[in-house]
């Protein structure tokens, strides 16, 4: 755990409110609110002042004089301001709540619609928990920011100075006293700013890792209990939550620090001027309802300061915060559509063709996964791909969708390169079933139009029975519309890899790419499923990987993979003449079966 402490302090950028204005963009469309809103703090500031003088008058005339009629009068002004300073305060609280409300919903909409467009490398390198800290937990405290400390802090920025304002006008003398406090205070804000800071943005990342292993390890949940990892788990977890909280009690500690400060210096400031004030009064050189006045603006200015002490602690926590999400923004996705797309040929036939790829993971600059890797596939041919675990069957897809682009080399769909292509236009094109099945939360409908949402009933039930998915969701307590749990927790492994072939059905793809889609199924589904596949592959482009030799003999083109190259394509009964690794491989796997 220190390891990890000294991480998040290593690279500390220098940051400022500078970091708040990319943030600050989302209000805009608000303009006309804000600047409502600003004239509500305003009016508010100005009127709690007004008060003051109020207070002078009573004191120098009604009661002095006892006039109580005039001092009569004086209460009633002082009733009419405090009905204005709720209104207004009304007004205010409003506007800047629901600026704020609108304000951080758009960015987490933009930050939600930037993620989905993020090619997988960058999931690679960062967790769904970080991603989830940024845009909830993150937000939140830019919320807080937007409708709570900003509006706070201008109210008390304003008080502050006319504060000011009015104790030099009451007075000169006696503010002098109190303008010897403000470098001092000055001085103190900016040494334990940093602090505090420094400390909130280790805060926000501590969160959002132990945000990252909860997500990681309540994913797996089976995996721990089977393996009684809780309490490995839970010591895991305890060190995560003593860490954030490590961080979270220096910050609170810094604060502490300043607000205790700040006060003592202010008020003793005040003492001094009360003590002086009153040798004044005594003199004759200022009255007593100005010496009120003064201590009454006094009080104002001191508790406009300690409670901007505390919203700027804020502001500070709202930095990191803005930080790591404009961070998120910032992030460049390493596919994207062309400037200019260009149209695929009507009809659409599905062909593709491999020309010499060159492919590097990111994360993997060492080996290639791909290797002057060549091939044709005709409109309405079968293709399998067939070798070892890792020889790259599965990047052939990842490319095909374009979730990275080829590091050398070009990749053709009806004869255009795909980073010619938008990815809207290419995918929509495709059909894919991957090895290990997704099944979202809903029911059996909501999944299955996931291909398609604009199918209907009747498509998807048409979809389902190919599939053969209708033999099992018949017999659910509400069919179609039973929910399914999170992640398809009451659905069987063949079950949900049935729902993944109807969605793919469903969404009648000129290519379809079926990453071992019968691998899950028992030998007796399998077979029903593959003659269902086979009627769906019928004029359709169809690249399929198997491990499972027995659902490809009859491909148009088996195309061998070996470390990333191509070391033989045919068809079966050729290859296995050939004597060379699909003949080895299918010798195995058939006189194991």
């Given at each position: 755990?220190?390891?990890?402490?000294?991480?998040?302090?290593?690279?500390?950028?220098?940051?400022?409110?500078?970091?708040?204005?990319?943030?600050?963009?989302?209000?805009?469309?608000?303009?006309?609110?804000?600047?409502?809103?600003?004239?509500?703090?305003?009016?508010?500031?100005?009127?709690?002042?007004?008060?003051?003088?109020?207070?002078?008058?009573?004191?120098?005339?009604?009661?002095?004089?006892?006039?109580?009629?005039?001092?009569?009068?004086?209460?009633?002004?002082?009733?009419?301001?405090?009905?204005?300073?709720?209104?207004?305060?009304?007004?205010?609280?409003?506007?800047?709540?629901?600026?704020?409300?609108?304000?951080?919903?758009?960015?987490?909409?933009?930050?939600?619609?930037?993620?989905?467009?993020?090619?997988?490398?960058?999931?690679?390198?960062?967790?769904?928990?970080?991603?989830?800290?940024?845009?909830?937990?993150?937000?939140?405290?830019?919320?807080?920011?937007?409708?709570?400390?900003?509006?706070?802090?201008?109210?008390?920025?304003?008080?502050?100075?006319?504060?000011?304002?009015?104790?030099?006008?009451?007075?000169?003398?006696?503010?002098?006293l109190i303008a010897i406090i403000v470098p001092i205070i000055l001085v103190f804000i900016f040494i334990f700013g940093r602090r505090v800071r420094k400390f909130s943005r280790a805060t926000q990342d501590s969160i959002a890792k132990m945000n990252s292993y909860v997500e990681e390890t309540l994913s797996a949940v089976r995996t721990v209990q089977a393996f009684n990892h809780e309490s490995?788990?839970?010591?895991?977890?305890?060190?995560?939550?003593?860490?954030?909280?490590?961080?979270?009690?220096?910050?609170?500690?810094?604060?502490?620090?300043?607000?205790?400060?700040?006060?003592?210096?202010?008020?003793?400031?005040?003492?001094?001027?009360?003590?002086?004030?009153?040798?004044?009064?005594?003199?004759?050189?200022?009255?007593?309802?100005?010496?009120?006045?003064?201590?009454?603006?006094?009080?104002?200015?001191?508790?406009?300061?300690?409670?901007?002490?505390?919203?700027?602690?804020?502001?500070?926590?709202?930095?990191?915060?803005?930080?790591?999400?404009?961070?998120?923004?910032?992030?460049?996705?390493?596919?994207?559509?062309?400037?200019?797309?260009?149209?695929?040929?009507?009809?659409?036939?599905?062909?593709?063709?491999?020309?010499?790829?060159?492919?590097?993971?990111?994360?993997?600059?060492?080996?290639?996964?791909?290797?002057?890797?060549?091939?044709?596939?005709?409109?309405?041919?079968?293709?399998?791909?067939?070798?070892?675990?890792?020889?790259?069957?599965?990047?052939?897809?990842?490319?095909?969708?374009?979730?990275?682009?080829?590091?050398?080399?070009?990749?053709?769909?009806?004869?255009?390169?795909?980073?010619?292509?938008?990815?809207?236009?290419?995918?929509?094109?495709?059909?894919?079933?991957?090895?290990?099945?997704?099944?979202?939360?809903?029911?059996?409908?909501?999944?299955?139009?996931?291909?398609?949402?604009?199918?209907?009933?009747?498509?998807?039930?048409?979809?389902?029975?190919?599939?053969?998915?209708?033999?099992?969701?018949?017999?659910?307590?509400?069919?179609?519309?039973?929910?399914?749990?999170?992640?398809?927790?009451?659905?069987?492994?063949?079950?949900?890899?049935?729902?993944?072939?109807?969605?793919?059905?469903?969404?009648?793809?000129?290519?379809?790419?079926?990453?071992?889609?019968?691998?899950?199924?028992?030998?007796?589904?399998?077979?029903?499923?593959?003659?269902?596949?086979?009627?769906?592959?019928?004029?359709?482009?169809?690249?399929?990987?198997?491990?499972?030799?027995?659902?490809?003999?009859?491909?148009?083109?088996?195309?061998?993979?070996?470390?990333?190259?191509?070391?033989?394509?045919?068809?079966?009964?050729?290859?296995?003449?050939?004597?060379?690794?699909?003949?080895?491989?299918?010798?195995?796997?058939?006189?194991?079966?």
């Amino acid at each position: 755990m220190e390891n990890e402490k000294r991480k998040f302090f290593s690279g500390e950028r220098n940051k400022s409110a500078k970091s708040l204005w990319p943030i600050m963009k989302f209000l805009s469309p608000y303009k006309k609110d804000v600047f409502l809103s600003f004239l509500a703090i305003t009016f508010s500031a100005i009127v709690v002042l007004l008060l003051g003088i109020v207070f002078k008058d009573i004191v120098d005339t009604s009661i002095t004089t006892k006039n109580m009629a005039l001092f009569h009068k004086s209460l009633a002004m002082i009733l009419g301001i405090v009905v204005l300073l709720a209104v207004s305060s009304y007004i205010r609280y409003y506007l800047v709540s629901w600026i704020g409300e609108r304000v951080v919903s758009d960015i987490r909409k933009v930050l939600f619609q930037h993620v989905l467009g993020l090619s997988p490398a960058y999931f690679e390198t960062t967790s769904t928990g970080e991603v989830l800290s940024r845009i909830t937990t993150d937000t939140t405290l830019l919320q807080t920011l937007l409708s709570t400390s900003i509006p706070i802090a201008l109210r008390n920025i304003m008080i502050v100075l006319f504060s000011a304002g009015m104790l030099f006008l009451t007075s000169p003398k006696l503010t002098s006293l109190i303008a010897i406090i403000v470098p001092i205070i000055l001085v103190f804000i900016f040494i334990f700013g940093r602090r505090v800071r420094k400390f909130s943005r280790a805060t926000q990342d501590s969160i959002a890792k132990m945000n990252s292993y909860v997500e990681e390890t309540l994913s797996a949940v089976r995996t721990v209990q089977a393996f009684n990892h809780e309490s490995i788990d839970e010591s895991q977890f305890q060190g995560y939550q003593k860490m954030s909280l490590e961080f979270g009690l220096k910050r609170i500690q810094a604060r502490a620090m300043l607000s205790t400060i700040v006060i003592f210096l202010i008020f003793a400031a005040i003492t001094v001027v009360l003590w002086i004030g009153g040798d004044q009064v005594a003199k004759g050189e200022i009255s007593a309802g100005e010496l009120s006045s003064f201590v009454y603006y006094s009080v104002f200015l001191a508790g406009g300061v300690n409670s901007f002490i505390e919203v700027f602690s804020d502001i500070q926590r709202a930095i990191g915060a803005s930080d790591r999400v404009r961070d998120l923004l910032a992030t460049k996705t390493i596919t994207k559509d062309p400037r200019v797309p260009q149209p695929l040929p009507e009809p659409i036939m599905g062909g593709v063709i491999f020309d010499q790829v060159h492919f590097r993971y990111p994360t993997l600059t060492e080996n290639s996964a791909l290797i002057d890797f060549s091939f044709v596939v005709q409109p309405g041919q079968k293709i399998a791909l067939v070798g070892p675990s890792g020889c790259g069957k599965t990047t052939v897809f990842q490319l095909l969708l374009r979730f990275y682009d080829p590091t050398h080399g070009s990749i053709r769909f009806d004869g255009v390169d795909l980073k010619d292509l938008s990815l809207h236009d290419l995918r929509r094109c495709i059909g894919f079933v991957p090895q290990e099945p997704v099944i979202f939360t809903g029911n059996t409908y909501d999944n299955i139009r996931y291909g398609r949402p604009s199918a209907s009933d009747e498509e998807i039930h048409a979809a389902a029975d190919i599939a053969l998915v209708t033999e099992f969701v018949d017999k659910l307590p509400n069919g179609f519309n039973t929910p399914l749990g999170e992640k398809g927790i009451a659905l069987s492994g063949g079950q949900k890899q049935r729902i993944a072939i109807a969605r793919a059905i469903l969404r009648n793809p000129a290519l379809l790419l079926l990453d071992e889609a019968t691998s899950a199924l028992d030998v007796q589904s399998e077979r029903l499923v593959q003659k269902a596949l086979n009627r769906v592959m019928v004029g359709r482009t169809t690249i399929m990987i198997a491990h499972r030799l027995s659902t490809i003999l009859k491909a148009d083109m088996i195309v061998v993979i070996d470390q990333g190259k191509i070391v033989a394509v045919g068809k079966h009964d050729d290859l296995m003449k050939e004597q060379g690794l699909y003949s080895k491989l299918a010798t195995l796997q058939f006189s194991n079966d």
